[in-house]
C-alpha cells in the first residue's frame, strides 16, 4: 500500500515553464519532507513543512503543507534544466519512533 | 568530505552468493537506516538502528541481516542472493532527536545492486 501518491509520475517541460507535483495521502503526518534525486545519488533534502497551511520558498520552488496535513504541493516557477531530478516527498508520522515514508515520486525533465 | 559513505557503488554476482555492504557516516548521528529503491524509484525502508540498536525492521527476508558496530557504521549482509534482491540500496543517517524531521536525512549515493 503507498501511503503518499505523487502526481503526476512524470514531466516533461521547456526551460521558463512553470509546474506542481503534488503528494497526497489519506493519512495525516506530523511532518512532511521533500527531496530532490539525481541520478547515481541519494535524495537531497530540499524543505521540511511541519504545520498544516504552511509556505515555504526556497528560490523558485514553493511548498505547503494541506491544512489538514494530508497533502502537499511543489511549485517550481520559471523551471530551468538544473530542476530536472526525481522529486520525492516522505512523511513522517508522531507515533512511536518516526521514520520516513516516501511517495512514489516525480520525474521531471526540462529541456533547455 | 563526504557525509554518508556506501561501498561498493556498484555490485555485480551470481544467485546464491552472500555479499555485504558497507556504511559509514561522519555527522555524529545517532540513527541509520538502509532503504531499498526499486526499479520504479520507489524507497522503501529496510532497518533503522539507533545507538546500535535495532529499532525498525520492515518485514524484511531474514537472508537480509544488518549490523552495527558502532553508532557511524551500518552494513548490510545478504545471504543467498535472489534476483528480486537486485535494486539499488541507500544507506541514511539523521539526529536522535525530537527535532529530527526538521533536519531531514543525510543519504549516501547508493549501492546498485545486480543479480544474475
Known amino acids: 500500500t503507498q501511503l503518499l501518491e505523487q502526481s503526476p509520475q512524470f514531466l516533461s517541460i521547456q526551460e521558463g515553464e512553470n509546474l506542481t507535483v503534488y503528494c497526497n495521502s489519506s493519512s495525516v503526518f506530523s511532518s512532511l519532507q521533500w527531496y530532490r534525486q539525481e541520478p547515481g545519488e541519494g535524495p537531497v533534502l530540499l524543505v521540511t513543512?511541519?504545520?498544516?497551511?504552511e509556505v515555504k520558498k526556497l528560490k523558485r520552488l514553493t511548498f505547503q503543507f494541506g491544512d489538514a496535513r494530508k497533502d502537499s504541493s511543489l511549485h517550481i516557477t520559471a523551471a530551468q534544466p538544473g530542476d530536472t531530478g526525481l522529486y520525492l516527498c516522505a512523511g513522517a508520522k508522531n507515533t512511536g519512533f518516526q521514520k520516513l515514508v516516501f511517495g512514489t515520486g516525480t520525474r521531471l525533465l526540462v529541456s533547455p | 568530505d563526504t557525509a554518508v559513505s556506501q561501498t561498493p557503488k556498484y555490485l555485480v554476482t551470481q544467485m546464491g552468493n552472500d555479499k555485504s555492504i558497507k556504511c559509514e557516516q561522519n555527522?555524529?548521528?545517532?540513527?541509520m537506516y538502509w532503504y531499498k529503491q526499486d526499479s520504479k524509484k520507489f524507497l522503501k525502508i529496510m532497518f533503522s538502528?539507533?545507538?546500535?540498536?535495532?529499532?525498525i525492521n520492515e518485514t524484511v527476508p531474514n537472508r537480509f541481516s544488518p549490523k552495527s558496530p558502532d553508532k557511524a557504521h551500518l552494513n548490510l549482509h545478504i545471504n543467498s542472493l535472489e534476483l528480486g534482491d537486485s535494486a539499488v540500496y541507500f544507506c541514511?543517517?539523521?539526529?536522535?532527536?525530537?527535532?529530527?524531521?526538521?533536519?531531514?536525512?543525510?543519504f549516501g549515493s547508493g549501492t546498485r545492486l545486480t543479480v544474475v
Open positions: 513543512v511541519v504545520t498544516g497551511g
Open positions: 541514511a543517517s539523521s539526529r536522535d532527536t525530537s527535532s529530527r524531521v526538521r533536519y531531514g536525512y543525510s
Open positions: 555527522l555524529g548521528h545517532d540513527t
Open positions: 538502528y539507533n545507538n546500535k540498536e535495532l529499532i
